[in-house]
């Protein structure tokens, strides 16, 4: 039984909807002998079905060409990063110079911070915000402490409401109040837990008004939202490729480094793949840096993974990505609407974490059960439910655009109104 949004509605959506047909271009899980609603691509993205066809290419030409490969693959593993440039760039809003795919997120952050935290005695401070995913609390703290300065240097800007996650607002109250003492912000995109998104272009603005090198962690906003960093001004941003990107799990990850600072004498952790390509394998002893976002690298190509991602890529070569921002939205606030719906029908206590402003957030939607426990959601996931669960009472649900369907939303209406009643 539907109440809120019929399964004939819901198919005549799909039936509408211009991205409908990539859904058919990836695995869908099947549970019970059906399709699952696969809500926790925020988590990990599904595989494209070209994703095998793509690494067999690769081991393919390692079993013929063994080190060859590296000149005389179908596409030669010596550049391979560079297969991957133009659409994360598109992705991205930046110059191809600005970007390139390497590392993992966590290791391409300190890799950016060690050229774009600089403290002093006058400025010793990172500016974040509270309830950061934990692994940027980490690499944070630990780089302060790598410079001399304590745990209470890290400034974390809190919210109101009872999540503690900030608005666009506190984070600028904040960047006013601090930012005398602050050498760099790293803040998430798109928040992990509530899936709120920040105003990234007024706050990049407001703390380089301050003197503020910033940073971005777009592991939540990377292929979910639109991104504009290169006309936004930010210094930099990294990014993993595992979730909305659905390159696979670990897959390879990216950084985005400003073009103003690519002929800039800066601080790095220098690495041979960083190194001028033309004087690269006269294995001279004085790093030489290619004059981009390349010169970053530390290491060359991990062809395998970096095929899996390029077979996602293509997918999103196809996508018109202002139809899949609409959709996005689209489908994350009927879910919103939904939810309120059965909690004002059932009398079931939930609240929305998640902005209802479209400008606020992207495709996840989080909610809080306020008398649900661990329990409830076993129930849904024996249903086929496949979302993800956060102490205390908290659902994440993404809705991808380019393989979550209306029906998808129909189908979890009906399995939430009968696990709640039951």
Known sequence: MNAFFHIDQARDLDRQDSLAKFRALFHLPVWDGKEVIYLTGNS???????????????????KNLGVEGHFHAQRPWMPYHEFLTDSLARLAGAKTSEVVAMGSLTA????????????????????????????DRYALVSQLEWHGYRE?????????????????????????????????????????FTGRLYDMERITRAAQAHGIVVGWDLAHAMGNVPLKLHEWGVDFAAWCSYKYLNAGPGGTAGLFVHERHHEVSLPRLAGWWGHNKSSRFQMGPTFDPIPSAEAWQVSNA????????????????????????????????????????LSAELGEPMELLTPRNDAARGCQVSVKFLQRDRHFFDAL?????????????????????????YEDLARLEQILRLTLAS
Not at 44 to 62: F, R
Not at 324 to 338: F, I, Q, Y
Request: some cysteine; aromatic content about 6%; hydrophobic content about 40%.
């Open 108 to 135: 391409n952050l300190h890799t950016a911070l060690a050229s774009f935290y600089r403290p002093n005695a006058e400025r010793p401070a990172i500016l974040c915000e509270a309830k950061a995913f934990p692994s």
């Open 44 to 62: 990990l993205g599904l595989q494209p079905k070209g994703t095998s066809a793509a690494i067999l290419q690769e081991l393919e030409d390692w």
């Open 152 to 192: 209470a240097d890290l400034i974390e800007v809190h919210g109101q409401s009872e999540d503690g996650v900030p608005t666009d607002e506190d984070i600028l109250e904040a960047i006013e109040r601090h930012g005398s003492r602050v050498a760099t912000l790293l803040i998430g995109g798109v928040n992990y």
């Open 302 to 341: 991990p062809v395998l993974s970096m095929a899996a991602q390029r077979a996602s890529l293509d997918v999103f070569d196809q996508v018109d990505m202002d139809a899949h921002r609409k959709k996005g939205l689209d489908l994350s606030l009927r879910c919103m609407e939904m939810l309120e719906a």
């Open 381 to 405: 996931v024996k249903q086929g439910v496949v979302a993800d669960w956060r102490e205390p009472g908290t659902i994440r649900m993404a809705f991808i655009p380019l393989y979550s369907s």
